[in-house]
């Protein structure tokens, strides 16, 4: 069972509107690096860290090991894709709020 890197982690973003998010993502980065937006570095630092380190050649389990090579990058990319969409919600929720001063009151629906 061979899969290439880039079709594996097509599998991955297929994660609960993950497409649609991004230009969210990009939204939320600008404005952290402007002081508009607070959050931990860290939440935004690991999804970077596993999306370099799934598209680097270099891998703790080489690829070229049956099954166990893919299986690393999908477990990195499991563990980071969420996290991003946690804070992406909170971003929107932030951001659909300073948009909008009458929302009252919303709630983050996993």
């Given at each position: 069972m061979k899969h290439s890197k880039f079709k594996l982690a097509q599998e991955a973003i297929k994660?609960?509107?993950f497409l649609q998010k991004i230009p969210a993502v990009f939204r939320m980065i600008k404005l952290y690096y402007k002081g508009e937006y607070k959050m931990k570095f860290?939440?935004?630092l690991l999804p970077a860290l596993a999306l370099i380190y799934v598209i680097s050649?270099?891998?703790i389990i080489p690829d070229f090991v049956p099954v166990v090579g893919a299986l690393d990058?999908?477990?990195i990319?499991?563990?980071a894709i969420p996290l991003l969409m946690k804070e992406v919600d909170k971003f929107l929720l932030w951001e659909s709020r300073k948009n909008?001063?009458?929302v009252i009151d919303a709630?983050?629906?996993e």
């Open positions: 994660h609960k509107g860290t939440d935004i050649p270099i891998d990058d999908l477990a990319l499991a563990f909008n001063p009458n709630e983050i629906v």
